[in-house]
Structure formats: C-alpha cells, structure tokens
C-alpha cells in the first residue's frame, strides 16, 4: 500500500505543478495531500526525483525547486530541440546597465533610485524602467525620507530567471570579488 501511495502522491504533484503557470508552493501541496511532516514529503520528492532521473533517465521533465517552490522543467539537453521545434525567438537579453542595477537591488535591497544612481555612478533610471517592465523587480514602499522616495525589490520572477530557489543562493559578495580577481589576474604567458 505505502508503494500505491508514493506513487499516487507522485501522480498528484506531477499534475499541479504541470497546469501550474509559477512555482507552487511545498506547503501548499502538502496541505493538498495531507502530509504533515516535512520529511515525509521530502520522501515523495526524492522518490520522484528518482523516477525521474535515474530510473527513466529518457523523460524529459525534472523537478526544479525554483522561487520558493516547486516545478516540472524541461532537461537542459533538449532545450535546443524545443527552441527549433517551436521556432522561439531568443529572449531579450539585459543590458549592462539593467544587469548592473538588478546587481545592486538584489544584493542591497530594498533600494531607492537615489542610492542605485549613486552607486553606479549614473542616472539609473532607464534600467529601472525597463527592469519593472520585465517584472525582475517590484516597487516595495517608500523610504521615510522627504520626497518619499520609492523602494526597489526582486521579484519571484527575478528568482525563476535565475534559477534562484531563494536570495540566499546569491553568491556571496566575497566570491564575487574573488571570482573578479582571478580573471584579473595576469597571464604568466603574456611578456
């Protein structure tokens, strides 16, 4: 029975996070299944995991944990073949610029325009007027200062982007100077 079980509990996750649009939530789904320990749920999913990736390694779905939730995705290997297949366009990609300013509202955020301007050194408000269009980031409040400037936050779909399950996957600001650094570095076969 218990094998029936994990595997109608399978059936069910499979189904909702397919008709899913966005990530849904663990705790929603466990609701839905009335699982109650956290570690019995984490037993359907590595159960499902495993179905997925080692026992039929031809399917082409996997579970992502992605924005704070879980996903059926497609397996990185045949994203070529369905861009072809449905003739997709390449996504717009981020400009420097809008790259430089979702950089600072991810790591200091909450942000306002005034304090991203001045940390890049320019005018930023382009960036954020295309990053808000793009649904990256969000308007979050108002800082209490006078003029009330508006506050800049990532979104949920800044997470799914980047593959991010939360903000704590971000590399630290020490790895990046490090990663930065060794690119920096001279090359021992230049003279």
Same mark, same amino acid.
Do not use: C, W
């Given at each position: 029975?218990?094998?029936?079980?994990?595997?109608?509990?399978?059936?069910?996750?499979?189904?909702?996070?397919?008709?899913?649009?966005? #990530?849904?939530?663990? *705790?929603? =789904?466990?609701?839905?299944? %009335?699982?109650?320990?956290? $570690?019995?749920?984490?037993?359907? &999913?590595?159960?499902?995991?495993?179905?997925?990736?080692?026992?039929?390694?031809?399917?082409?779905?996997?579970?992502?944990?992605?924005?704070?939730?879980?996903?059926?995705?497609?397996?990185?290997?045949?994203?070529?073949?369905?861009?072809?297949?449905?003739?997709?366009?390449?996504?717009?990609?981020?400009?420097?610029?809008?790259?430089?300013?979702?950089?600072?509202?991810?790591?200091?955020? #909450?942000?306002?325009? *005034?304090? =991203?301007?001045?940390?890049? %050194?320019?005018?930023?408000? $382009?960036?954020?007027?295309?990053? &808000?269009?793009?649904?990256?980031?969000?308007?979050?409040?108002?800082?209490?200062?006078?003029?009330?400037?508006?506050?800049?936050?990532?979104?949920?779909?800044?997470?799914?982007?980047?593959?991010?399950?939360?903000?704590?996957?971000?590399?630290?600001?020490?790895?990046?100077?490090?990663?930065?650094?060794?690119?920096?570095?001279?090359?021992?076969?230049?003279?």
């Amino acid at each position: 029975m218990e094998a029936e079980q994990t595997s109608q509990r399978i059936a069910l996750i499979e189904a909702i996070l397919f008709v899913s649009k966005e #990530p849904v939530e663990p *705790a929603r =789904i466990m609701e839905f299944l %009335g699982i109650t320990d956290i $570690g019995e749920f984490e037993a359907v &999913l590595a159960a499902m995991e495993k179905e997925h990736l080692q026992e039929r390694p031809e399917r082409g779905l996997l579970l992502k944990r992605s924005g704070g939730g879980l996903q059926l995705v497609t397996k990185p290997d045949l994203h070529d073949d369905l861009k072809r297949f449905f003739t997709v366009r390449q996504a717009a990609k981020l400009s420097l610029a809008s790259l430089e300013t979702l950089s600072i509202i991810a790591y200091r955020q #909450p942000a306002t325009l *005034a304090e =991203i301007s001045d940390m890049r %050194g320019v005018n930023s408000s $382009g960036p954020i007027k295309s990053l &808000l269009q793009k649904k990256l980031i969000k308007i979050t409040g108002r800082k209490k200062v006078p003029g009330l400037p508006a506050l800049y936050a990532t979104t949920q779909e800044f997470m799914v982007y980047f593959g991010l399950n939360d903000l704590s996957e971000l590399p630290s600001l020490e790895e990046l100077t490090e990663l930065f650094e060794e690119k920096e570095q001279p090359s021992l076969f230049t003279p």
